[in-house]
Every structure is written in C-alpha cells, then in structure tokens.
C-alpha cells in the first residue's frame, strides 16, 4: 500500500447541491450568506453552463490530478481514521486544486522527527485588485514561511502531537507550522497549484464587489479567457500542462453566452 495519503477537505456533490447550504458556510467565514446564490444566479442569466456543472467539472478534474500521484492514496476526510504510515506523509487538500504526480517523490526523503514538509506553490487565477490581469494567469507564489491550501504535507507523529485540527485547514497549519518546536523540511520545486477560478469563493467575493461585473461578468470572463489563452503551455511546469488544458477547455465551454 502507498505510505502517503492525500485526505480531501469537505466536498460536496455539486451537481445536486443545494445552494441553499452555502448561507451556512458563508456565515462561518463572515461573508454575506447570499454571496453565492445571488453569484450562482448572476451567472446562470449570461452563461451557457451553471455555477454547479462549473464546480462539478472543476472537482473532477482536480480530483483526477490527485488520482495520479505517484506514492499516494486519496481519501475523504469522513472515511479517513486519523490512521497512516509512520514513515509516509499526509497532504490535505481541496476540490479544485492540483497536484504533481511526482510530488511525494520530489520532496526532500522524510528526516526522523519531521513533523511537516512545505514546498513551492502556483496559483492560477486573476489577482484580486484592479491590476487584476497585469501577472500571467499562472504565478509562482514565494518561496516564504506561508502554508496556503494545498502546498504542505504533515507526518503521523505531528499528528498525534498537535491533533489533526491543528493541521487540517491551513491557517491552523500555520500557527503550528510557526511553532519553534516545529521540526520542518522544505523544498524549492513547485509541485501544486492553488486554482483561483471564477466560480470558488475567494474569486466570487471579490467579483460580486465590482460594479462593473454586476452589471456585465461576461467582460470580466472575456479578460479571464483572453488572459487563459495567452498563458503558452511551454512556459508553464511541466506537470501542469495537462490540467491546465484541460481548465482551458472547461472554462471556454462554460463562459459560452446563453
């Protein structure tokens, strides 16, 4: 059996959700609770494909990149026991980010007494600000002390040290991760990509603070698509090349006017 497990953070059933349960969600993260449904509606009235068949097309493509890790086991968090390999590691994730197939691999080897490992992350996506577009839609986010969703993995001894809500989410993981006592490894190599698409909640936050995008989001895709579009494969990592064609595709398809 593979010694490392990639453990999803909630995820729902987008195709059949009820965006009803979003109010509670938003509530817990001090957003305004119709931020998506009114988003959801906005959206379903200029494009061809709705909020739920985005997400829904997203989550599967996002899983398939955690499929293909080499070394690696994906599971839920609800059927996940806390248990592990004493010398493999655990990375947990959302529904629409990527990962390298070689990421375990490339990782510096476990040291004795690791409790967690950090390395280089993308993100893809517009910058939240009115130079929105003025960065490649892909970026390599500094290598520094930050831990964001999906660029750490933790053992099995900080586990039972800390206690997995120290570590679940990551900004738990970054209180724990800043502890002294925190016996850390790092690397240099980007091996995931944080996807700032424009249907997950940190983009839906800032679009629907726009004027301009209330009024028209078919402009606001138009620059997302255009700046997509000029993102060339070669000059993107290796391993990224596959799903980001395949976001391409997605996205094109979605963005259709009604």
């Given at each position: 059996?593979?010694?490392?497990?990639?453990?999803?953070?909630?995820?729902?059933?987008?195709?059949?959700?009820?965006?009803?349960?979003?109010r509670e969600f938003l509530r817990g993260m001090n957003l305004p609770e119709d931020l998506v449904i009114e988003f959801a509606a906005l959206w379903r009235r200029h494009f061809r494909v709705d909020?739920?068949?985005?997400?829904?097309?997203?989550?599967?493509?996002?899983?398939?990149?955690?499929?293909?890790?080499?070394?690696?086991?994906?599971?839920?968090?609800?059927?996940?026991?806390?248990?592990?390999?004493?010398?493999?590691?655990?990375?947990?994730?959302?529904?629409?980010?990527?990962?390298?197939?070689?990421?375990?691999?490339?990782?510096?080897?476990?040291?004795?007494?690791?409790?967690?490992?950090?390395?280089?992350?993308?993100?893809?996506?517009?910058?939240?600000?009115?130079?929105?577009?003025?960065?490649?839609?892909?970026?390599?986010?500094?290598?520094?002390?930050?831990?964001?969703?999906?660029?750490?993995?933790?053992?099995?001894?900080?586990?039972?040290?800390?206690?997995?809500?120290?570590?679940?989410?990551?900004?738990?993981?970054?209180?724990?991760?800043?502890?002294?006592?925190?016996?850390?490894?790092?690397?240099?190599?980007?091996?995931?990509?944080?996807?700032?698409?424009?249907?997950?909640?940190?983009?839906?936050?800032?679009?629907?603070?726009?004027?301009s995008f209330r009024a028209d989001p078919r402009r606001e895709m138009l620059r997302f698509m255009e700046a997509v579009d000029a993102m060339r494969l070669e000059d993107v990592a290796e391993w990224?090349?596959?799903?980001?064609?395949?976001?391409?595709?997605?996205?094109?398809?979605?963005?259709?006017?009604?």
């Open positions: 059996m593979p010694k490392n497990l990639i453990i999803l953070r909630s995820s729902p059933d987008w195709t059949n959700y009820n965006l009803e349960r979003t909020y739920r068949s985005v997400r829904a097309q997203l989550k599967a493509l996002a899983l398939q990149t955690y499929k293909e890790v080499q070394g690696a086991v994906l599971l839920r968090h609800e059927e996940w026991d806390g248990s592990g390999d004493p010398e493999g590691r655990i990375a947990f994730v959302d529904d629409d980010d990527w990962m390298s197939p070689g990421l375990f691999e490339s990782l510096p080897a476990k040291a004795s007494g690791e409790d967690g490992v950090r390395w280089g992350g993308l993100r893809l996506g517009r910058v939240f600000a009115e130079s929105g577009y003025s960065e490649p839609i892909v970026q390599r986010r500094p290598l520094d002390r930050i831990v964001y969703t999906n660029n750490y993995a933790v053992t099995l001894r900080a586990l039972h040290r800390l206690g997995r809500a120290a570590l679940f989410e990551h900004n738990s993981a970054q209180t724990s991760f800043d502890q002294s006592d925190f016996a850390l490894s790092t690397s240099e190599m980007y091996l995931s990509c944080a996807v700032k698409h424009p249907c997950c909640t940190m983009s839906i936050n800032y679009l629907m603070s726009l004027e990224l090349r596959e799903p980001f064609a395949r976001f391409r595709e997605i996205m094109a398809d979605a963005v259709q006017p009604r």
